[in-house]
């Protein structure tokens, strides 16, 4: 009834009153109840009906004010007081006034305790909406949640009474926290810990998630966090041994060689606990790197990954949580995608748990200065969430809190906010000095109790426990502590866990002959026919598009022809993968069609929103497949995708860019996890990014997918990076991702004119035996006549081969590198050593001479002097009229089948191959010959 109020006044009002006593059943229960109560009072007080309906407006207008506003006026923040906010909730910004505090109003039972004066339903609302808990949900659009928060808050008064064993509990759990952080202050001084100092009470908090949780069906939380705090939840929440953890701040080397290692705070761990009541619950806390907030699409990506295939796509088994920095949340644009993400079908978990801890200032910058909107987790209300403000000094009200937001989860399936308002005791480090930057906040924190303290003393009063009790326990966790240590100081080495073990059995890590040759992934011919007829074939009693129809005919004829353009070769893939047991997900911006209509994975039906997937009606038994159109988030969908990657290394995993160009907005995903996430903690994937890139005169940002920076990252085998340009040969990479046993990333870049090109086209048989092939030769030369080897990658290789057929240079061997990384060093060995009578040896790129594969292939290819044949650097990747684009690539093209007078004599000349200025650098005795 309340939600309705900001919209009816007292005349409206009173003609709901005539429409009742006409027909009681015209209106809800709620409101019967109300006017029963009005006509009540209306016979005790003998009062106009105007009159009683005005002031109980004006009640119910309170009452609405408090569920709104309430939030604004609490005591919510330990260590400072709050920004004072108008209008506040004074009786006269309500026409109310003192004397009418022992009026009995009908008001109350909209509140659920009755007819009651308006002091004491001041009182309930008071108790309920302004003490340690605030509140926000009253903008929700779904009136059943916003009914049932009423009835869990108001019912309760918002706050649990907790029994003297639970309490005893609760404080346990702050021993734990804050004696670990003690300790470690103590013994490790000065080294960085990032310490949870100010916000203890996250760890009884997080246990009564899981607790809590368990009770109400969770098996499983992945848990999401960033450095601060980190290494009290590894040990209090977590389970990861006390040794462990110290010998991380004195070991000197690792115990296995697994990684190069990562600062203590970073690390991941898995492991299985049981709950008080017995339950068995997983938990994985994700590896993050400093990047805040980039663990986040990590975490949900992991969830989703589990959802479906341990828990057969049941979101009451697991749970992710996040925990979040004020600063962070508030401002890292990250937060806004994944958040965007949490509803849609090929992203959502089925709600996430997400945990604020709001220390009220982010690394120096004040809470004021770090955002514009009133609550840093303003961005919930994007989505519709509750949000829950808490005073993290009261760890009963938190944990109450917790209880609700948990069970609000499990029942709507949507994300909720819970803002743990505390403090940081020391700087952004513990070698960090916030007087500098904070002075009058660190003055009152420097003479703050902490919040075990605060509450032991609590308990103490209430005779649950007595002082002496309390000390002992302190002290006994601390020599335990101690013992720890003195284990940490025996262990050999630092121990890293490898992350999510049970995902990755029988698949081991890469080794570097494993990149010498590829393995044979071709398929029977036959079976690829019946593939291509189940995906080209549509059911009969659906109506399709026309064009669609002609596309499938187009493509059926072509598999007769026995041969495959890209799409179809890419289809084949993905479709002989499938039945053979690995599931494949793809994820982009315009996966289902493909950005430049080629792939058609989806048929929309016609006149309708239903869609066909053909890949999913391959076989009975045949893995699953699913492809997304996603929202239009690199960051955040990247990040997600590769959070599955890791979590179902036996399916295949794909994210693709729209263009290639526009990876870079995902850049940090690619820098902290897809390159060095292996290096760094041992875990990998097997992500695959197809990124489609050619220069083809549609301007800087629509032609460049910077295979450079890719190759910048590449070392220690961390990735595969290809650049096509066969059907037979993507097909071969894409099933090579899945058939080998270990995992690494790969690197696509795909084409886009070549979709279509006449010449890229290849023979089904090429499909059925085989491998992928790393190098490919030019089959069309005179091998002793060779003097020229022109080495390139991708698209170009057609604009070349174009104009060897038009002169039938069979002089000029073309040379497709096809794998760029790992470098095939011993195929391009080969090839040198084959064309004995080369003269020179050209590097062909389309890209500016600091961009594409160049500087990365002279390093490789030093046994012979190899020159770049390329436009000249250039800040921008490409031009932004196509005519000049046109005379620059046929400028690059030209110059390959160019010959100075000084070659034809075999004598090599230092000619300078390099196009931009749209003229060459030559010696001045030396003439072209056409």
């Known amino acids: 009834m309340n939600r309705y109020l900001s919209n009816i006044d007292s005349q409206a009002l009173e003609a709901m009153f005539n429409d009742w006593q006409k027909d009681p059943s015209s209106l809800d229960n709620e409101w019967q109840r109300f006017f029963e109560g009005f006509e009540l009072a209306r016979a005790k007080f003998n009062t106009s009906d105007s009159g009683i309906l005005d002031i109980e407006f004006k009640v119910l207008n309170l009452i609405d004010a408090y569920r709104k506003r309430g939030h604004l006026f609490t005591k919510t923040n330990p260590v400072r007081a709050r920004r004072k906010h108008l209008p506040n909730l004074s009786l006269e910004n309500f026409g109310l006034s003192e004397s009418d505090l022992n009026t009995v109003f009908q008001a109350g039972k909209s509140i659920g305790i009755g007819p009651s004066t308006l002091k004491d339903i001041i009182q309930f609302l008071d108790d309920t909406y302004c003490h340690s808990i605030g509140v926000e949900f009253m903008y929700i659009r779904n009136p059943e949640i916003v009914s049932w928060l009423e009835e869990k808050i108001e019912g309760s008064r918002n706050k649990t009474t907790f029994l003297n064993e639970q309490k005893k509990h609760i404080l346990h759990h702050l021993k734990l926290a804050v004696g670990f952080e003690q300790f470690i202050h103590k013994k490790f001084v000065g080294q960085k810990r990032f310490s949870l100092e100010g916000a203890e009470s996250l760890i009884p908090a997080l246990d009564s998630v899981i607790e809590h949780g368990a009770l109400l069906g969770i098996e499983e939380f992945v848990i999401g966090m960033a450095h601060r705090g980190r290494l009290n939840v590894l040990s209090n929440i977590m389970g990861k041994p006390y040794e462990d953890i110290f010998s991380e701040f004195i070991g000197e080397k690792y115990a296995e060689d697994i990684a190069?290692?990562?600062?203590?705070?970073?690390?991941?761990?898995?492991?299985?606990?049981?709950?008080?009541?017995?339950?068995?619950?997983?938990?994985?806390?994700?590896?993050?790197?400093?990047?805040?907030?980039?663990?986040?699409?990590?975490?949900?990506?992991?969830?989703?990954?589990?959802?479906?295939?341990?828990?057969?796509?049941?979101?009451?088994?697991?749970?992710?949580?996040?925990?979040?920095?004020?600063?962070?949340?508030?401002?890292?644009?990250?937060?806004?995608?994944?958040?965007?993400?949490?509803?849609?079908?090929?992203?959502?978990?089925?709600?996430?748990?997400?945990?604020?801890?709001?220390?009220?200032?982010?690394?120096?910058?004040?809470?004021?200065?770090?955002?514009?909107?009133?609550?840093?987790?303003?961005?919930?209300?994007?989505?519709?969430?509750?949000?829950?403000?808490?005073?993290?000094?009261?760890?009963?009200?938190?944990?109450?809190?917790?209880?609700?937001?948990?069970?609000?989860?499990?029942?709507?399936?949507?994300?909720?906010?819970?803002?743990?308002?505390?403090?940081?005791?020391?700087?952004?480090?513990?070698?960090?000095?916030?007087?500098?930057?904070?002075?009058?906040?660190?003055?009152?924190?420097?003479?703050?109790?902490?919040?075990?303290?605060?509450?032991?003393?609590?308990?103490?009063?209430?005779?649950?426990?007595?002082?002496?009790?309390?000390?002992?326990?302190?002290?006994?966790?601390?020599?335990?502590?101690?013992?720890?240590?003195?284990?940490?100081?025996?262990?050999?080495?630092?121990?890293?866990?490898?992350?999510?073990?049970?995902?990755?059995?029988?698949?081991?890590?890469?080794?570097?002959?494993?990149?010498?040759?590829?393995?044979?992934?071709?398929?029977?011919?036959?079976?690829?026919?019946?593939?291509?007829?189940?995906?080209?074939?549509?059911?009969?009693?659906?109506?399709?598009?026309?064009?669609?129809?002609?596309?499938?005919?187009?493509?059926?004829?072509?598999?007769?022809?026995?041969?495959?353009?890209?799409?179809?070769?890419?289809?084949?893939?993905?479709?002989?993968?499938?039945?053979?047991?690995?599931?494949?997900?793809?994820?982009?911006?315009?996966?289902?069609?493909?950005?430049?209509?080629?792939?058609?994975?989806?048929?929309?039906?016609?006149?309708?929103?239903?869609?066909?997937?053909?890949?999913?009606?391959?076989?009975?038994?045949?893995?699953?497949?699913?492809?997304?159109?996603?929202?239009?988030?690199?960051?955040?969908?990247?990040?997600?995708?590769?959070?599955?990657?890791?979590?179902?290394?036996?399916?295949?995993?794909?994210?693709?860019?729209?263009?290639?160009?526009?990876?870079?907005?995902?850049?940090?995903?690619?820098?902290?996890?897809?390159?060095?996430?292996?290096?760094?903690?041992?875990?990998?994937?097997?992500?695959?990014?197809?990124?489609?890139?050619?220069?083809?005169?549609?301007?800087?940002?629509?032609?460049?997918?910077?295979?450079?920076?890719?190759?910048?990252?590449?070392?220690?085998?961390?990735?595969?990076?290809?650049?096509?340009?066969?059907?037979?040969?993507?097909?071969?990479?894409?099933?090579?991702?899945?058939?080998?046993?270990?995992?690494?990333?790969?690197?696509?870049?795909?084409?886009?004119?070549?979709?279509?090109?006449?010449?890229c086209i290849s023979d089904l048989n090429e499909l059925s035996t085989g491998g992928f092939k790393e190098v490919i030769d030019d089959s069309n030369v005179e091998v002793n006549e060779v003097k020229r080897v022109v080495f390139c990658s991708g698209k170009i290789y057609y604009d070349l081969l174009q104009k060897k057929e038009e002169y039938n240079a069979r002089d000029i061997a073309l040379v497709r590198i096809e794998q760029l990384y790992p470098f095939p060093k011993k195929q391009i060995l080969d090839i040198i050593s084959k064309y004995q009578n080369t003269i020179k040896w050209l590097w062909v790129q389309e890209e500016p001479q600091n961009m594409g594969a160049w500087n990365f292939i002279r390093d490789e290819i030093e046994e012979v002097k190899l020159e770049p044949v390329c436009r000249s650097a250039s800040g921008s990747p490409a031009v932004g009229l196509s005519k000049i684009h046109t005379i620059e690539q046929n400028e690059i093209i030209g110059k390959v089948f160019r010959k100075c007078d000084c070659e034809l004599k075999n004598v090599y000349c230092g000619l300078q191959c390099m196009v931009g200025s749209r003229k060459f650098t030559r010696k001045p005795e030396h003439e072209y010959l056409d």
């Not at 790197?289 to 990590?298: F, G, I, M, W, Y």
């Not at 070698?431 to 500098?436: A, L, M, T």
């Not at 076989?619 to 959070?643: D, H, I, R």
């Not at 800087?700 to 290809?722: D, G, K, V, Y």
């Open 260 to 759: 190069l290692g990562d600062v203590k705070y970073h690390l991941s761990f898995n492991n299985t606990i049981s709950t008080d009541n017995g339950h068995s619950v997983h938990l994985s806390l994700v590896p993050n790197p400093s990047h805040l907030e980039t663990v986040a699409p990590v975490a949900q990506g992991i969830a989703r990954a589990r959802i479906e295939h341990t828990y057969n796509h049941n979101f009451n088994k697991l749970a992710p949580i996040i925990i979040h920095g004020d600063a962070a949340i508030a401002a890292q644009g990250v937060v806004y995608e994944t958040l965007q993400m949490s509803q849609l079908d090929g992203y959502k978990t089925g709600g996430t748990i997400h945990i604020v801890i709001n220390n009220q200032v982010g690394f120096t910058t004040n809470y004021l200065d770090a955002r514009s909107s009133t609550y840093c987790t303003d961005i919930g209300k994007v989505t519709l969430s509750p949000v829950f403000h808490v005073n993290g000094d009261d760890p009963e009200a938190l944990i109450h809190t917790i209880r609700l937001a948990v069970e609000y989860r499990q029942k709507f399936h949507t994300d909720v906010f819970i803002d743990l308002l505390c403090y940081r005791r020391y700087g952004h480090n513990e070698g960090d000095e916030p007087r500098f930057t904070q002075p009058t906040l660190y003055e009152a924190i420097a003479n703050h109790p902490n919040v075990r303290d605060i509450y032991s003393k609590t308990l103490t009063e209430q005779g649950i426990i007595t002082s002496d009790e309390v000390k002992k326990l302190e002290q006994e966790f601390d020599k335990l502590l101690d013992t720890k240590l003195e284990e940490a100081k025996g262990q050999k080495g630092v121990k890293i866990q490898h992350f999510m073990a049970d995902s990755w059995k029988g698949l081991r890590y890469s080794k570097p002959n494993d990149f010498n040759e590829s393995p044979e992934t071709g398929v029977d011919k036959n079976a690829l026919i019946k593939i291509a007829n189940k995906i080209n074939t549509l059911p009969a009693n659906k109506p399709f598009f026309k064009k669609l129809i002609k596309l499938l005919e187009d493509r059926i004829e072509m598999v007769k022809n026995s041969q495959v353009d890209w799409a179809m070769a890419e289809l084949l893939a993905y479709g002989s993968l499938l039945t053979e047991g690995y599931p494949v997900r793809i994820s982009g911006q315009d996966s289902e069609r493909g950005t430049f209509s080629h792939r058609h994975s989806a048929y929309n039906v016609e006149n309708s929103d239903e869609k066909y997937y053909p890949l999913k009606n391959l076989s009975e038994k045949q893995a699953p497949f699913n492809v997304y159109n996603s929202l239009l988030s690199e960051y955040g969908v990247m990040g997600f995708e590769y959070g599955y990657s890791i979590t179902l290394p036996k399916g295949l995993t794909i994210w693709e860019a729209q263009f290639g160009d526009f990876f870079n907005v995902a850049q940090v995903i690619i820098d902290q996890y897809i390159s060095s996430a292996e290096d760094k903690w041992g875990l990998r994937s097997g992500l695959t990014l197809l990124l489609p890139h050619g220069f083809e005169g549609q301007g800087p940002e629509h032609s460049s997918a910077r295979i450079e920076r890719f190759l910048t990252l590449a070392a220690h085998n961390n990735m595969q990076i290809t650049n096509c340009t066969t059907p037979a040969n993507i097909f071969h990479l894409l099933r090579r991702q899945q058939k080998r046993d270990f995992r690494v990333p790969l690197v696509v870049f795909t084409p886009k004119s070549l979709l279509r090109h006449p010449k």
